[in-house]
């Protein structure tokens, strides 16, 4: 019986991971909904009105408003702005490896000084009244404050990037406008969309202070408010990423060995997925389970997903159940689809549909982080989905999350956070995309950017990116009552193969029962099963 159970498991496998690269399709990628326009502003009297004066008209705008003035941004005339779509292909040559590839503008407000490079000059010129012209002799007696700033100029003039980055967001966050918006300044000399990685991130990180700085008290509602694309479009951005980087398809596979392995001797599977997007997760596991021994399973999806989803999709869920249910019956596997169209917030027992005599597994990729929890909400929808989930008794639960750990850390540190977790993102991206790619700026701005400014620029309801580190979600899933269920050698080792396609510099972790996908001594993403 067990060398049965073997045999069975084995065949699944081979035909769940059969190969690498036919694993996706142009339409793959769970992740990155569009904008939701109910978290921009509506007001567009109050702006930082991001343009290319190259460009006849603008074509990108970041909403923010304040109550004391308002930030106009310019872009220097080599360098298109970081968050727009690129509005003809002959600007983009002007792009790559360009050393003024940077996006200079002064800002305005009623409340800070225009005249920036006046102001640094009276500041150098009180340092040198300070110190004297023994400055050396007296560095010993020199205020921590006083020794703080002569960093944060040192760090300018020696135009280390990630240290301004970090300087600016400190005088942020102790509401230090004068040396905010000097440091803004010197940044916009330093970021370029078509840079190096840490230039890359920096123009959007950059972004987002400048909408913050922006907001006006506790009405911090903003987001980008982009051209966007067309759906058919960002289909291309999210495909192009999914594609350069290995993060996602670990995600799907490692999910997807856990269910198969879960469900080999099951005949009645119903897969409760919390966020479907394209549906395509499903293609391989449907024809892992058509070629098993004794037969495919009847197999019912129940896809929850909301709006956001539906515009990169071009449509509703009735794409994905038209979809799924062709390649099912192509493969002659009994199939029925169930669509949900809501938020998880809004989700309930009935919606579900949980029949008698189903095997059930729950998958959560990349889609828990989004909900709010206990500090957000009293109704914490990412206990209460956990709960629910658990009340249903499932056979296995799927977890797939970014390793990062944004979601009730104040703004400093969630800053600098950001900045190492994206900074191995984009560095990894740098490998395999080349610079001169003619999509490469819109696969960032509309798949990563995004999330990057509602980060730093975003607060309470407003902020939906909050990740957890992988301890923080097991303990969420024990209170839940779920106990850990471990992925088998099997998925572990066709995922190191996975790994062989791509740079040397990805590494694969087993630990504390997950897996955990890293970019050098960087974790990106995690993956563990619960039942």
């Known amino acids: 019986m067990q060398a049965s159970q073997q045999h069975r498991s084995s065949v699944m496998a081979s035909r769940l991971f059969p190969r690498v690269k036919e694993e996706v399709e142009p339409c793959s990628f769970p992740q990155f909904p ?30 923010s408003s304040s109550a004391r003035g308002s930030y106009t941004v310019y872009n220097s005339s080599s360098n298109g702005s970081p968050m727009s779509q690129q509005e003809s292909q002959s600007n983009m040559s002007d792009l790559h490896h360009s050393p003024d590839n940077t996006y200079s503008s002064p800002i305005s407000g009623s409340c800070i000084t225009d005249d920036v490079s006046d102001l640094k000059g009276k500041l150098r010129e009180l340092e040198t009244v300070m110190l004297g012209p023994d400055c050396d002799i007296i560095n010993s007696t020199i205020s921590p404050e006083m020794d703080s700033w002569r960093l944060v100029t040192d760090a300018v003039s020696r135009r280390d990037l990630k240290q301004v980055l970090v300087s600016c967001a400190k005088a942020v966050s102790d509401n230090d406008l004068l040396t905010a918006q000097w440091l803004m300044d010197e940044l916009r000399r330093m970021v370029s969309v078509s840079g190096e990685p840490i230039q890359r991130l920096g123009a959007y990180m950059l972004e987002g202070l400048v909408a913050r700085l922006a907001s006006s008290g506790s009405s911090i509602y903003k987001a980008l408010r982009c051209k966007e694309p067309a759906s058919a479009e960002l ?23 856990a269910i198969a392995e879960a469900m080999k001797d099951e005949d009645r599977v119903h897969i409760i997925d919390f966020q479907i997007g394209q549906g395509s997760q499903w293609i391989t596991l449907i024809q892992a389970f058509a070629a098993r021994p004794g037969g495919p399973p009847h197999i019912r999806i129940t896809g929850i997903d909301d709006s956001t989803s539906a515009y990169a999709r071009g449509g509703g869920l009735n794409i994905v159940a038209k979809r799924l249910s062709k390649l099912a019956a192509l493969f002659k596997v009994p199939f029925e689809f169930n669509a949900t169209a809501m938020s998880g917030c809004e989700v309930q027992q009935e919606h579900l549909q949980v029949r008698p005599g189903e095997a059930l597994a729950v998958n959560f990729a990349f ?26 008794s499932p056979k296995v639960v799927t977890l797939v999350e970014q390793e990062s750990n944004t979601n009730t850390a104040p703004f400093f540190p969630r800053f600098r956070e950001t900045l190492n977790y994206y900074t191995a993102m984009f560095e990894s991206i740098d490998v395999t995309l080349p610079r001169e790619h003619k999509e490469r700026i819109n696969v960032e701005q509309h798949c ?7 980060i730093i620029a ?35 080792a066709t995922i190191k193969t996975l790994l062989e396609n791509y740079c040397d510099r990805y590494r694969l972790e087993e630990r504390d029962g997950g897996l955990f996908l890293g970019w050098m001594n960087r974790d990106l993403v995690a993956s563990c099963a619960w039942k």
Do not use: Q
């Not at 289909?235 to 060995?257: D, R």
């Not at 580190?469 to 106990?483: C, E, I, P, Q, V």
């Open 34 to 63: 569009a904008i939701d326009h109910s978290f921009c502003y509506s007001d567009s009297s109050h702006g930082s009105h991001f343009s290319v004066k190259n460009s006849h008209e603008p074509y990108c705008t970041l909403e």
């Open 235 to 257: 289909l291309t951005y999210m495909h192009i990423l999914y594609e350069v980087c290995p993060y996602f398809k670990f995600g799907y596979m490692s999910a997807n060995g």
């Open 367 to 392: 889609m828990l982080h989004h909900m709010p929890d206990e500090s957000v909400s009293t109704e914490n929808h990412r206990d209460r989905l956990l709960r629910l989930v658990k009340s249903l």
């Open 448 to 454: 990563l950017a995004r999330d990057v400014v509602n």
């Open 458 to 492: 975003c607060e309470g309801p407003e902020r939906v990116e909050r990740h957890e580190l992988m301890g923080k979600w097991r303990s969420r899933f024990r209170m839940a009552g779920f106990t850990p269920y471990p992925l088998s050698s099997l998925v572990n």
